[in-house]
């Protein structure tokens, strides 16, 4: 019997280990409650983004996708196919060079290589700056591009990507995602790829400061 008036120290601790298994099995009821939703949710979300960047098709690209070891990482890439052909691919590449870190891309192409179309799937930049890269004004100019003739880095680099206005850091974070899907599509198709520099982060001033000069 716990004396509410003056507990020991065993009691206390008694009481918290009770609090704590009780709140355990709540959180473990609740995670078996909705883990079914919360994965339909994903599979959905999947499937809306590859539906933005994949031709028509026929089949169910997440069940037929790929991984693609290339540098020493892992790749996943979606096949679409339509009678049986591959009429698409769509690859997950990203990298911690944006200006506040993770920039990842999902980018379509054609059996050729050529983009369909890109669209950010990590993308924490700076709201007004580089969160730009979500906007068609941004990611649609690689529609239509074929990355063996399309440079894909920023013209301040030599490229052909325009680069977003005080966003150069995530412009190249974005552009060498795209870079690195087409990279790894090439490796899974069997053909020859070029080596590519990263692109560059500086975390120590304001986005839009450090894009001025560069």
Same mark, same amino acid.
């Given at each position: 019997?716990?004396?509410?008036?003056?507990?020991?120290?065993?009691?206390?601790?008694?009481?918290?280990?009770?609090?704590?298994?009780?709140?355990?099995?709540?959180?473990?009821?609740?995670?078996?409650?909705?883990?079914?939703?919360?994965?339909?949710?994903?599979?959905?979300?999947?499937?809306?983004?590859?539906?933005?960047?994949?031709?028509?098709?026929?089949?169910?690209?997440?069940?037929?996708?790929?991984?693609?070891?290339?540098?020493?990482?892992?790749?996943?890439?979606?096949?679409? &196919? !339509? =009678? *049986?052909?591959? $009429?698409?691919?769509?690859?997950? @590449?990203?990298?911690?060079?944006?200006?506040?870190? %993770?920039?990842?891309?999902?980018?379509?192409?054609?059996?050729?290589?050529?983009?369909?179309?890109?669209?950010?799937?990590?993308?924490?930049?700076?709201?007004?700056?580089?969160?730009?890269?979500?906007?068609?004004?941004?990611?649609?100019?690689?529609?239509?591009?074929?990355?063996?003739?399309?440079?894909?880095?920023? &013209? !301040? =680099? *030599?490229?052909? $990507?325009?680069?977003?206005?005080? @966003?150069?850091?995530?412009?190249?974070?974005?552009? %060498?995602?795209?870079?690195?899907?087409?990279?790894?599509?090439?490796?899974?198709?069997?053909?020859?790829?070029?080596?590519?520099?990263?692109?560059?982060?500086?975390?120590?001033?304001?986005?839009?400061?450090?894009?001025?000069?560069?």
């Amino acid at each position: 019997m716990i004396d509410k008036k003056n507990p020991t120290i065993v009691q206390m601790v008694v009481v918290l280990l009770l609090i704590a298994v009780i709140c355990s099995a709540g959180v473990a009821a609740i995670y078996d409650a909705t883990k079914d939703t919360i994965a339909q949710q994903k599979a959905e979300k999947e499937q809306a983004s590859l539906k933005l960047v994949l031709p028509e098709h026929d089949n169910d690209p997440v069940k037929e996708s790929v991984k693609i070891s290339l540098g020493g990482t892992e790749y996943l890439c979606y096949v679409a &196919k !339509k =009678d *049986g052909q591959p $009429v698409g691919y769509a690859v997950k @590449a990203g990298n911690m060079n944006g200006y506040n870190g %993770h920039v990842e891309v999902l980018t379509g192409f054609l059996p050729d290589g050529t983009i369909i179309n890109t669209q950010a799937t990590v993308l924490a930049e700076t709201p007004g700056l580089g969160q730009k890269a979500i906007e068609p004004k941004y990611h649609d100019q690689f529609n239509g591009k074929n990355p063996n003739a399309f440079r894909l880095t920023v &013209k !301040k =680099d *030599g490229g052909d $990507v325009d680069a977003i206005s005080a @966003a150069t850091i995530t412009s190249r974070a974005y552009a %060498h995602a795209v870079q690195t899907a087409y990279d790894a599509l090439m490796t899974h198709l069997g053909k020859p790829v070029e080596a590519h520099s990263g692109a560059t982060s500086n975390t120590n001033a304001n986005e839009s400061e450090i894009d001025k000069d560069k």
